[in-house]
T-cell receptor
Framework: EAQVTQNPRYLITVTGKKLTVTCSQN?????MSWYRQDPGLGLRQIYY???????DKGDVPEGYKVSRKEKRNFPLILESPSPNQTSLYFCASSFKSWNSPLHFGNGTRLTVT | GENVEQHPSTLSVQEGDSAVIKCTYSDSASNYFPWYKQELGKRPQLIID?????GEKKDQRIAVTLNKTAKHFSLHITETQPEDSAVYFCAASGTGNQFYFGTGTSLTVIP
């Protein structure tokens, strides 16, 4: 089944404790991206990747890191999480960067206390 | 960068009526405009999209119209049903390799 898989679904952590949210797609998509969803703000892009070893900042990259060592994986790293990073996170992929539908993972609800 | 505005933020309609959600965008280079439906607790899923070389697209009860001159596009849902209740997001993308989303419309269909 073609899908984008995110883990974990739920995560509660404390300020400053490094964490990684994994994202994997099995559709051989070139484009992958991370979004955070907050009430009233819609979906805001954190980082995106056009292909292996090619990443770039979205609109809200502060406090986040990503890597794209393999085509299928695009982990989101929070080196020192803070409470303002409490949010619902979605990973998504598409065949090409634009003009192609995004396929979303099931989301990761992160709480930082 | 691109700025996508979406209205209204909430919409209630009677079952069987039509619903219309409107979005405007700022970057004339944007050329792809998808709409996503997000049911409570679930991921956004594409319901329809339109490219800049097309003015209108229909898929059963759902249609999208695009006015490039005015830089706005709209989602039309006819004969609404309770299962249409969800949050709907518009988006725009273009040569900047990014997707820009509207802030969402919470649609409630009243049986």
């Amino acid at each position: 089944e073609a899908q984008v898989t995110q883990n974990p679904r739920y995560l509660i952590t404390v300020t400053g404790k490094k964490l990684t949210v994994t994202c994997s797609q099995n559709m051989n998509h070139e484009y992958m991206s991370w979004y955070r969803q907050d009430p009233g703000l819609g979906l805001r892009q954190i980082y995106y990747s056009m292909n292996v070893e090619v990443t770039d900042k979205g609109d809200v990259p502060e406090g986040y890191k990503v890597s794209r060592k393999e085509k299928r994986n695009f982990p989101l790293i929070l080196e020192s999480p803070s409470p303002n990073q409490t949010s619902l996170y979605f990973c998504a992929s598409s065949f090409k960067s634009w003009n192609s539908p995004l396929h979303f993972g099931n989301g990761t609800r992160l709480t930082v206390t | 960068g691109e700025n996508v505005e979406q209205h209204p933020s909430t919409l209630s309609v009677q079952e069987g009526d039509s619903a219309v959600i409107k979005c405007t965008y700022s970057d004339s280079a944007s050329n792809y405009f998808p709409w996503y439906k997000q049911e409570l607790g679930k991921r956004p899923q594409l319901i329809i999209d339109i490219r800049s070389n097309v003015g209108e697209k229909k898929d059963q009860r759902i249609a999208v119209t695009l006015n490039k001159t005015a830089k706005h596009f709209s989602l039309h849902i006819t004969e609404t049903q309770p299962e249409d209740s969800a949050v709907y997001f518009c988006a725009a993308s273009g040569t900047g390799n990014q997707f820009y989303f509207g802030t969402g419309t919470s649609l409630t269909v009243i049986p």
